[in-house]
């Protein structure tokens, strides 16, 4: 699975879009986009993924560049709950007719204030 | 959505002594699940992937006989710490999948369980 990079931690102040980026320059043409999250001491939470257009659902919007080297996750009103490690995961979906491992990164550390 | 769920949340246990955590997917038939074990301030780490009926397959630098998979089910796999020493002591969490064709979601996460070692 190709390596992705994130910054370690985020602020952002309740009610306005957190734009979280993440890197992963080496990624492949079968490679998807995923993000999770996980709030503290719980499992992690999918959230979004994609292949190379944009995406959204009732989480959070995905932009990923035309290169695919990049990607944004936002989410557009930034709640208190909102404050989790979001983590960033390139991978190919299935693997022999089963789920592939997701690889963890750091992942970035999002403090939504008041 | 999936519905993963395991048992025990929290455990407290003395040394030398085994452990058992259950992950169950509740409303699906889970043919892959996945153990991975997270410590304070870390990302989560991949230990082992279990395929319903066949052996677990353990990432490197995992003790197979220290931590024992069994996933004879569709709904339930368990995983065994044997011998429990307080660098056991961790949070430890399950995924698992339906081997569905490439879907939005394919792994769903257990809430996880808190193993204290004393």
């Known amino acids: 699975d190709a390596k992705t990079t994130q910054p370690p931690s985020m602020d952002c102040a309740e009610g306005r879009a957190a734009n979280l980026p993440c890197n992963h320059s080496t990624i492949s043409g079968n490679e998807y986009v995923y993000w999770y999250r996980q709030i503290h001491s719980q499992g992690p939470q999918y959230i979004i993924h994609g292949l190379k257009n944009n995406e959204t659902n009732e989480m959070a919007s995905l932009i990923i560049t035309e290169d695919r080297k990049s990607s944004t996750l936002i989410l557009p009103h930034a709640t208190l709950r909102d404050t989790a490690v979001y983590y960033c995961i390139v991978r190919v979906p299935i693997v022999s007719g089963t789920a592939s491992k997701l690889t963890f990164g750091t992942g970035t550390r999002l403090q939504v204030t008041l | 959505g999936a519905v993963v769920s395991q048992h025990p949340s929290w455990v407290i246990c003395k040394s030398g002594t085994s452990v058992k955590i259950e992950c169950r997917s509740l409303d699906f038939q889970a043919t892959t699940m996945f153990w991975y074990r997270q410590f304070p301030k870390q990302s989560l780490m991949l230990m082992a992937t279990s395929n319903e009926g066949s052996k677990a397959t353990y990432e490197q630098g995992v003790e197979k006989d220290k931590f024992l998979i069994n996933h004879a089910s569709l709904t339930l796999s368990t995983l065994t710490v044997t011998s429990a020493h307080p660098e056991d002591s961790s949070f430890y969490i399950c995924?698992?999948?339906?081997?569905?064709?490439?879907?939005?979601?394919?792994?769903?996460f257990g809430p996880g369980t808190r193993l204290t070692v004393l």
């Open positions: 995924s698992a999948s339906g081997g569905l064709a490439v879907s939005y979601n394919e792994q769903f």
